[in-house]
Every structure is written in C-alpha cells, then in structure tokens.
C-alpha cells in the first residue's frame, strides 16, 4: 500500500479560479454605490452605474448565496463589477 | 481456543447515537432510513411495529413520533474499519462479522495473548477499548466464535465476561434460538415447532434436525451443543496501490469529479510504474456527502500498465457513475497487481506525444524545484452558474 504522503490535500490540488476581493464601497441611501476603493489606490467616484443584478442561490443549505451585483464606470475610466454580499453586507469585486 | 467477540449491537444506530447525544435514551423511537426504506430501528420503535425493510410510510403509520435519520453506510464502515485496526493492533487474527446495517461484530482470537497479558482482566480491558465507550460495547470470550457471541449479547454495555468450556452447554441451553446466525425462516420454523431455545434444539438428535432442515440444521444443532469449531478467518491481505483524496471544497459538478479522478490516478499510476508492474482491478470509491457513498470495480481483461489505458476504462464508469451528492473524498485502489512481461514500444512516437512528453518533464523540474508544480490546467466545473468563482477551477498538474 502506498503511504499517505502527509501533506493535505484537497484545496491545493482543485482551486477555484476568479475568487472575488474585497473592495471598499461608500454607498448612498438607497444602498448603490457611490465611491469605490480598490486596494492600495485613492477611493474613485463611480460615474455610471451600467447595470445591475441580483443573485440568490442554495438558500436550502446553512450558508446561503445572495448578492447584489452592479457593473459601474469609475471616473477614471475603468469598468468594474463589484457586489455586495447581503448575508454580510461586505462588498467585493469580480470579474463577471 | 480462546475467541473474544467484541459486540455492538444496532451499529448504525450506536453511531448516531454517539454522535447526536439527544437521541439517547432507551425510549426514543429512532429509525435509520436509507432511499425511504428503513434500515434499522431502536428497540423502542420496534415496540411500536416498526421493522427493517419497512417503507418509511408504514413506518410513520405505526409510530408517529418516529425520529428518521438518513443512512450514512459509508461513515459506519469507516468507523467500524477503526476499531478494527485497533483490535489488529493487539491480535492478529480479526475477523470481522459486520454489515451496514446490523449488529457490529469483531472476532479476536486471544490464544497466545495470556504471554502478553497475565492478567486477562487487562487484556479484555484493551479489547474493550478498542471501540469508543459511547457505542456501548460489550466483549465475550468462550471457547468458540458462536459462545462467546452469545456471551457478548448477554452483557451490559461496558462489560467483558469469560465463559469457560465447561460453563459453555448450560449457559447455551437457555438462550433463545433466535440468537442462530441461520436463515429467518428457520427461527421461525424453530419458533413453529415450538423449540424456542437452544437447549430445547440440542435436546433433539443431531440427524432429526439434519433431516428436517438440512446443512443449516446440522449447524444449528452443532452451534446450540456448544460445538463451534470454527477459527477466526483473516481476510488476506492483497498487495494493493491506494490513492486517497480528500476534497475540503466538496465538488458538485461531473467535469470536476473527472478531472479529480483523473489526478487520483496519475498518482496511483506513478507507484504502478515505479514498481514496474501492471494491474488487472481497479476499484473507485467515492465518498458524499452526508457519508454517502458510491464505489465501482473495473477488471480489466488484460493487466493495464499505462495509465491511459487504465484511464479508458475508468472513464466512462466515472461519467455515467449516480452521484446522489456532492463528492467530499475519492478512493482508488489498483489490485490484482502483475509484473510486465512484454512492452511492445512505438518505433515513431507522434509530435504530440513527445511535446507531452516535454511538458511532463518540464512540470518535474519544476516541481524537483520548487516542492510543488506551481502550475495548473483550467477546468470548465459549471460554465452556466450564475457564481462566477463557480465556473472554472484551476487543478494542480501533478507530474
């Protein structure tokens, strides 16, 4: 029999490509958002707010999916889709 | 001969009992249900008319307080497989006497042991041990596999007893025949004929009960007069390649569980080649969730030494293959092993099989290098979910 080889496995071995990371959103009363800080750069003021859409998914299981998703233009000329995560309501970026 | 049989009764029910402290308790009516049939049932349930094999339906019908509890086969053998090994720790013939749904029974032959344990208080007392105090074990020991069962059966949870030989026919005699390890329809003839113990059954002359019901009455016969000859049978050992995987992230999409598989197998097929042998089974154990589990053997007509090869016929089981949940763990294990005879090579290796080839040299180095291959090869899981981290996951290339 061959031996276990003692390093985990798993996680390592099937990684799931486009992870979401987290951003830094200021968000006017009605929750859109309004600023948007990307990691070690200025807060961006969004300019246009393209489209947006909303996602709920595996609400049977303990750790159900729900999000609020908006592609917006930040002045700076970039095209950004962030979401907000309404089970925690932490805000995140990804590619969509 | 000295035989200790290690008893817990009602296995997959100790299991979960175990586990969910709140079902404990001798009046709570617990079934175990796998595919909406009942498997096992606590005494009390069975009180009320619920028995193993009913329909979840009729069970409801006859208790309507019944506590169902979906089956988890593959976690009741892992964990039965665990005291094994212990016990294969202190003795070397174990044998096991178990199925899912059942009673959990291990034979130990002891004989020999007293040179290692005087005192056979301690050895019954690590025998005991073997099994966690919550499954409620209890341990016989007699001169026989069937006694010391008995012996076992007889005991509160906790305990241990020694049953000399000579204890043996009284203490047989007022047991009742059900405890026979025959058909059910004999117990039931038994019960019909109105011999309801076994002392009553050993009573009879052994060739009358032969007559009347065959082999398995002259076992019967054999068991209840204390005569169990019987040795405890070791499962032979196979020389065996095993690849385990565990998948912290369980994987819920088929091109996934391929991709995995497919890397379980190149790291089986990398101690095959190393041993320069070929395989002629190979068998794929899938664990769910909720302890489900899904296995499959391939017997190849010819022993496979490429790993392409063994690919091809594993492939097509894994794609049909009914997975009922999300895999949480792979399992595979090449057998039957064989030393390669004969290698007939390609005179011209195509381009495409010698840049392949450069690759996995390349993905070696690199790997020599760096501990792991920092490299990986994208895989469609859910192209169509509306998670984008959903829709690809990037898998380790392994070389």
């Given at each position: 029999m061959?031996?276990h080889?003692?390093?985990p496995?798993g996680?390592r071995?099937?990684?799931?490509?486009?992870?979401?990371?987290?951003?830094?959103?200021?968000?006017d009363?009605?929750?859109?958002?309004l600023?948007?800080?990307l990691p070690?750069?200025?807060?961006?003021m969004?300019i246009?707010?393209?489209?947006?859409w909303?996602?709920?998914?595996?609400?049977?299981?303990?750790?159900?999916?729900?999000?609020?998703y908006w592609?917006c233009?930040?002045?700076n000329?970039?095209?950004?889709?962030?979401?907000?995560d309404l089970?925690?309501?932490t805000?995140w970026?990804?590619?969509? | 001969m000295?035989i200790?049989?290690?008893?817990i009764?009602?296995?997959a029910?100790?299991?979960?009992r175990a586990?969910?402290p709140g079902l404990?308790?001798?009046a709570?009516?617990i079934?175990?249900?796998?595919e909406?049939?009942?498997r096992e049932v606590?005494p009390?349930?069975?009180r009320?008319g619920?028995?193993?094999g009913?329909?979840?339906?009729e069970a409801?019908a006859?208790?309507p307080?019944?506590?169902t509890?979906?089956a988890?086969?593959?976690?009741?053998?892992?964990r039965?497989?665990?005291i094994l090994d212990?016990?294969?720790?202190i003795a070397?013939?174990?044998?096991?006497g178990w199925?899912?749904f059942?009673h959990?029974?291990?034979y130990?032959?002891?004989?020999?042991l007293?040179?290692?344990?005087?005192?056979?208080r301690?050895?019954?007392?690590?025998?005991?041990?073997?099994?966690?105090?919550?499954?409620?074990p209890r341990?016989?020991?007699?001169?026989?596999?069937f006694p010391a069962?008995?012996?076992a059966?007889?005991?509160k949870?906790g305990?241990?007893?020694?049953?000399e030989?000579?204890?043996?026919?009284?203490?047989?005699?007022?047991?009742?025949?059900?405890?026979?390890?025959?058909?059910?329809?004999m117990?039931?003839?038994?019960h019909q004929?109105g011999l309801h113990?076994?002392?009553?059954?050993?009573?009879?002359?052994?060739h009358?009960?032969?007559?009347q019901?065959g082999?398995e009455?002259?076992?019967?016969?054999?068991?209840?007069s204390?005569?169990d000859?019987?040795?405890v049978?070791?499962?032979?050992?196979?020389?065996?390649?095993?690849?385990?995987q565990a998948f912290?992230d369980?994987?819920t999409?088929?091109e996934?569980?391929?991709?995995?598989t497919e890397?379980v197998?190149?790291?089986a097929?990398?101690?095959?080649?190393?041993?320069?042998?070929?395989?002629r089974?190979?068998t794929l154990?899938i664990?769910?969730?909720?302890?489900?589990v899904?296995?499959?053997?391939?017997?190849?007509?010819?022993?496979?030494a490429?790993?392409?090869?063994?690919?091809q016929a594993l492939?097509?089981?894994?794609?049909?293959?009914?997975l009922a949940?999300?895999?949480?763990?792979?399992?595979?294990?090449?057998?039957?092993?064989?030393?390669v005879?004969g290698?007939?090579?390609t005179?011209?290796?195509?381009?495409r099989r010698q840049?392949?080839?450069r690759?996995q040299?390349?993905?070696?180095?690199?790997k020599a290098r760096y501990g792991?291959c920092?490299?990986?090869r994208?895989?469609e899981?859910?192209?169509?979910s509306?998670?984008p981290?959903?829709?690809?996951a990037?898998?380790?290339f392994d070389?």
């Amino acid at each position: 029999m061959v031996s276990h080889p003692g390093t985990p496995g798993g996680d390592r071995r099937i990684r799931p490509l486009n992870l979401p990371k987290p951003v830094g959103v200021d968000i006017d009363s009605e929750g859109r958002p309004l600023y948007v800080t990307l990691p070690d750069r200025n807060p961006q003021m969004v300019i246009d707010l393209v489209k947006s859409w909303r996602v709920d998914e595996e609400w049977w299981r303990e750790q159900p999916i729900s999000r609020i998703y908006w592609q917006c233009v930040l002045d700076n000329g970039q095209f950004l889709t962030i979401f907000n995560d309404l089970s925690d309501g932490t805000w995140w970026r990804q590619r969509a | 001969m000295r035989i200790g049989c290690l008893l817990i009764p009602h296995f997959a029910l100790a299991c979960e009992r175990a586990e969910q402290p709140g079902l404990d308790g001798g009046a709570a009516t617990i079934a175990i249900v796998e595919e909406r049939v009942i498997r096992e049932v606590s005494p009390a349930a069975r009180r009320y008319g619920v028995w193993p094999g009913q329909r979840l339906q009729e069970a409801f019908a006859a208790c309507p307080y019944l506590v169902t509890i979906e089956a988890r086969p593959g976690h009741y053998e892992r964990r039965f497989q665990v005291i094994l090994d212990r016990l294969s720790e202190i003795a070397p013939a174990v044998e096991a006497g178990w199925a899912p749904f059942g009673h959990g029974i291990a034979y130990v032959d002891i004989k020999g042991l007293h040179r290692h344990y005087p005192d056979s208080r301690q050895l019954q007392s690590r025998l005991l041990g073997c099994a966690q105090s919550e499954l409620r074990p209890r341990l016989g020991v007699a001169p026989g596999k069937f006694p010391a069962y008995v012996v076992a059966s007889r005991l509160k949870p906790g305990l241990a007893r020694e049953v000399e030989a000579a204890e043996v026919p009284a203490m047989l005699g007022e047991m009742d025949v059900d405890l026979l390890p025959v058909d059910q329809r004999m117990i039931r003839r038994l019960h019909q004929l109105g011999l309801h113990t076994l002392g009553a059954l050993s009573a009879l002359p052994r060739h009358s009960v032969a007559a009347q019901f065959g082999p398995e009455g002259a076992l019967a016969w054999d068991l209840a007069s204390g005569q169990d000859q019987a040795a405890v049978r070791v499962a032979p050992v196979e020389e065996s390649i095993e690849v385990r995987q565990a998948f912290i992230d369980s994987l819920t999409s088929r091109e996934l569980v391929m991709a995995a598989t497919e890397q379980v197998l190149g790291r089986a097929f990398r101690a095959l080649a190393d041993r320069r042998q070929a395989a002629r089974l190979a068998t794929l154990r899938i664990d769910l969730e909720r302890g489900k589990v899904w296995q499959k053997q391939v017997t190849f007509k010819e022993p496979r030494a490429i790993q392409s090869a063994i690919w091809q016929a594993l492939k097509p089981v894994v794609e049909t293959a009914d997975l009922a949940a999300p895999v949480v763990g792979m399992e595979l294990s090449l057998t039957r092993l064989t030393s390669v005879i004969g290698w007939q090579g390609t005179l011209w290796t195509s381009q495409r099989r010698q840049r392949q080839e450069r690759i996995q040299e390349a993905m070696q180095q690199l790997k020599a290098r760096y501990g792991t291959c920092p490299v990986g090869r994208i895989v469609e899981v859910e192209p169509w979910s509306r998670i984008p981290e959903r829709r690809a996951a990037i898998v380790a290339f392994d070389p």
